[in-house]
């Protein structure tokens, strides 16, 4: 039982560049979500979903696109990346609040934009 | 908006001492309150989570109390040990469960 998975773990862009993470979770949650963490900022949800091909947009949406085709993954796309993407970004799930609703995330992808 | 702050930002103490970290939030119309400890360069890991009809939940050496009414939430750590010198985040989940909202968190320092 792997819990919430995040691909990659660090990555560098240039201004401009695109890329997509990818996060995965093998315990069966329906609600999945996207955060980043910069410092004096704390985290912030950026996109989450509450199924399979749901999305609704969190606090911080602009610059990212994201997609759920399949129950267990959660991909977060920059189209077009800026240096105030650097940042910390972490992947979570949970059964939702009909179970409690407990949150469980992945380790990080560490971001740099040039 | 809901807004949650965490007292103290950065706290010291020597091993063995009882310690309570605080938490409030400014909306008490949560869904829960989950308590995390992150350490450097990793991610959360979940500790404690107090339902909205909860006033505490016990894990081990840790204890959180919820007072929805006052938006104030503790988490009180008996005999601390270095291996707790970590950074501690408090959230709230919004009423849906759809979000949650973080504090800044307390960065804990327990020396030997």
């Known amino acids: 039982n792997a819990g919430v998975t995040q691909t990659p773990k660090f990555r560098v862009l240039k201004t401009g560049q695109s890329m997509t993470l990818l996060c995965a979770q093998d315990?069966?949650?329906?609600?999945m979500y996207w955060y980043r963490q910069d410092p004096g900022m704390g985290l912030r949800l950026i996109h989450y979903?509450?199924?399979?091909?749901?999305?609704a947009k969190g606090e911080v949406p602009d610059g990212y696109n994201v997609s759920r085709l399949k129950k267990q993954n959660f991909l977060l796309g920059l189209e077009s990346a800026a240096p105030s993407q650097t940042s910390v970004y972490f992947c979570?799930?949970?059964?939702?609040?009909?179970?409690?609703?407990?949150?469980?995330f992945g380790p990080g992808t560490r971001l740099t934009v040039l | 908006k809901q807004e949650v702050t965490q007292i103290p930002a950065a706290l010291s103490v020597p091993e063995g001492e009882n310690l309570v970290l605080n938490c409030s939030f400014t909306d008490s119309a949560i869904y829960n309150l989950q308590w995390f400890r992150q350490d450097p360069g990793k991610g959360l890991t979940s500790l404690l989570l107090i339902q909205s009809s909860q006033r505490e939940q016990t894990s081990g050496r840790l204890n959180a109390s919820l007072d929805k009414s006052s938006g104030r939430s503790t988490l009180y750590i008996a005999a601390s040990q270095p291996g707790d010198s970590a950074t501690y985040l408090c959230a709230v989940n919004n009423q849906a469960g759809t979000a949650l909202i973080f504090g800044k968190g307390t960065t804990l320092s327990v020396s030997s």
């Open positions: 315990m069966n949650h329906e609600y």
């Open positions: 979570a799930s949970s059964f939702g609040p009909n179970l409690g609703n407990e949150q469980f």
């Open positions: 979903s509450v199924g399979e091909g749901t999305t």
